[in-house]
């Protein structure tokens, strides 16, 4: 056969079967996953896509195979360099014409990309925004024969969402200038709302939809409250995976480091990861995490976008990420083998207090911090929920979960709730009563009847609220804290100097009106207290005279706002 009747008899050959071969011939897999089939169908056939499909699901490879299996250079748009380094640079080793235009080509290496693409030499050629979106580059591109264009992390037109990138607006000129080439939109973000803006701004001209499950079902979800992270994350990791690798996810950069740094002190290899380190040293310990066996890296959420490692038995978490899809994606990064693994994280007062605190001072549009605010409403409502996690995960992006999973730490160790009613009417009351200024600390100190020199100076040993709350230990008094904190009775102070205030949602709990249940925090390992308490029934007037002082006291100030306190319990006035 000639070649050329070769290529006919090959281009004759149903799309699928073609497909499949590719599929074995370049990428090295037997089978399609999930709906790429479908998609790849409809995608070469020239219909527009939008494929909503978890992180590692396999987005890549629908438009991918299409790129080469439709006449022309498949466009891929893509918003981080090092997304693109990575795919480019599996591309070549298969043996696919692929190439990337950022700003991190030297002007050689650009000039070549440049010469290649023009003269229609690459099957794939991978774009910033800002790159495509120059006139100059959709000028030369209209004289091009053009496979496909690829939008990859599509969720980056939303303008409520955390990922939000001006340019991905602006690529709605492709649907203007290149009416006639398929557009397929990719992400792993499957909020309706996120959904509504990409077909909105990319796809209007309509688009197939694919959605494909979200659920995980060999990650175990569990979510705990924050005691003394550290010994708890080496707890789970000699319990759970001595010697695995595994990521956990830290805020601050100086705490993946002395996070690190500790974990090594304690026999568990770890290496920092975050946007401070040199180049070199991101690149030692990444190239580490994914060539050693057990190596733990401790990350900013720089880390992870594009790390494919299929062996990751954990992610942990020791701060609250910033919501549920940060969340899924980054707890998604473990178990990629489809072997057992896990998503640990625990949180605490301080965590609730930091994102409530953001949020607070979000000088966004007032629609966005409203999203802003759901989501974070989203994500503390599961971490203190008692029902199954897999389910609301699933839930939150828009998926049912038959029955619950069995697998999670609330199906696991169904959690007791307790009624926190009369504790929480008490905590409110002394936030009310010491003026709204001061942190869950000090108004615990109050409650439990601490004579500490600040309580003395604010002459907060004289509240009616003083020690009315000495019979509940501290840790409870965080737990109930957190828990008001998480959701919406109490509020940040403003200023962000740390105080806690009412928010107007507490009313009816003050008022006798609501009923409080909450989780009863699991016991974690335990640490001595330092706490100078003088109380637990040891105050010096004795809670009886207390008792009888504080009642008079309140009478005394008149009618008090909201309630005062007869024997530790709480009465109207
Ligand atoms: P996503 O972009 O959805 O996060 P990727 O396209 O990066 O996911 O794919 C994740 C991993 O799954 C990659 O290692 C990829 O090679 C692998 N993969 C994708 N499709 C298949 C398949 N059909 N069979 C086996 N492995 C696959
Ligand atoms: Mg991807």
Known sequence: MRPMEQAESRDSQP????ARALLRSVFGYESFRGSQGPIIESVVAGQNALVLMPTGGGKSLCYQIPALLRPGTAVVVS????L????VEALKHNGVRAACL???LDPDERREVEAALWSSQLDLIYVAPEKLLSGFFLDRLAGLEIALFAI????????WGHDFRPEYMRLDVLRQRFPQVPRIALTATADTRTRREIEQQLLSDGAETWVSSFDRPNIRYQVGPKLNARDQLLGFIHQRHRDASGIVYCLSRKKTESVAEWLNSRGVTALPYHAGLSANERATHQRRFLQED???IVATVAFGMGIDKPDVRFVAHLDLPKSMESYYQETGRAGRDGLAADAWMVYGLQDVYQVRQLLAQSNAGLEQQQAERRRLESLLGFCESTDCRRQQLLAYFGEDHPGECGNCDNCLNPPETWDATEPARMFLSCVYRSGQRYGAAHVIDILRGSVSEKIRRAGHDRLSTFGIGHHVDKKTWYSVARQLLARGYLETDPEGHGGVRLAPDCRPLLRGEQTLAIRRDAAGPTRRSRSATRGDGQHPEGWEALRRCRREQAEAEGVPP????HDATLMEM
């Not at 918003?79 to 090092?82: D, F, Q, S």
């Open 102 to 104: 950022n700003s991190s």
């Open 562 to 565: 909201y309630v005062i306190f």
């Open 294 to 296: 057990g190596v733990v």
């Open 152 to 159: 990859d992390e599509a969720h980056c037109v939303s303008q």
């Open 84 to 87: 693109m380094r990575d795919q």
């Open 79 to 82: 918003p981080l360099i090092a």
């Open 15 to 18: 799309v699928m079967t073609r």
